[in-house]
């Protein structure tokens, strides 16, 4: 059973600093996809960028990178010159894709408080 | 593009009433979803229709809980009797129905069973 990790209930950075949310995650299938949501305090889930188990290169999206380390099984983001907008709840995500169309599976995400 | 809509936004009702949420999902997405956020928590899958049909449901209560997906377009999800730990975040999504794709996602129905 595929399973998402994220350890840190809480960060705070400082404004314009970078960022590191970690994430880990387990499963058997060789192929999946693992994404990042942000959810601000109005619920709604964000789409931020994605990383496929098979893709060469670590994803970038603006100021979203991720840190894919695929034999740590890790997949960090990373918000460079963070905002007070960032402030919000984030969420790693994985699905499998071996077996077609399968769900997110979601971890217990981290929220994080950019300090002006 | 109009995205994922959900009502209501938000829902209080008392223990053993029904409650009904909506979700319009994005046009031409083929599979919708439905996850129960508790507090401080992630999201959890209750159930994933492609089209019409619901093709896992294993989260789903089925005692007290229901979905359906009348013509592979809008769907409904009922709670019957309601209980007090039913209070949660009810998220809709959709996606085009291809694996690796993102989810597309609904602002939610936050409920409160008193």
């Known amino acids: 059973a595929q399973k998402i990790t994220q350890t840190q209930p809480g960060m705070f950075v400082q404004e314009k600093e970078a960022v590191t949310l970690d994430c880990t995650y387990d499963?058997?299938?060789?192929?999946?996809?693992l994404f990042w949501y942000k959810q601000p305090s109005s619920g709604e889930m964000i789409f931020l960028i994605y990383?496929?188990?098979?893709?060469?290169q670590n994803a970038t999206e603006g100021r979203y990178s991720l840190n894919f380390q695929k034999a740590r099984k890790s997949a960090n983001l990373v918000i460079s010159a963070s905002q007070l907008g960032d402030s919000a709840m984030y969420f790693c995500a994985m699905r499998e894709l071996s077996s077609g169309n399968t769900p997110l599976v979601f971890g217990k995400g981290t929220r994080l408080s950019v300090i002006a | 593009e109009a995205g994922v809509v959900q009502s209501p936004r938000y829902k209080i009702i008392e223990k053993k009433q029904p409650v009904a949420f909506w979700c319009n999902p994005i046009?031409?997405?083929?599979?919708l979803y439905w996850y129960r956020q508790n507090l401080g928590q992630g999201p959890e899958l209750l159930i994933r229709y492609e089209n019409e049909e619901a093709v896992d449901d294993s989260q789903l209560p089925k005692d007290r809980f229901s979905a359906e997906r009348l013509k592979g377009v809008d769907s409904t999800l009922k709670i019957q009797p309601a209980e007090l730990g039913d209070s949660a975040v009810y998220l809709c999504?959709?996606?085009?129905?291809?694996?690796?794709?993102?989810?597309?996602f609904g602002s939610g129905t936050q409920l409160s069973v008193l």
């Open positions: 990383q496929g188990s098979y893709d060469q």
């Open positions: 499963t058997s299938d060789p192929s999946y996809g």
């Open positions: 046009s031409g997405h083929n599979t």
């Open positions: 999504a959709s996606s085009p129905g291809q694996p690796g794709e993102k989810l597309f």
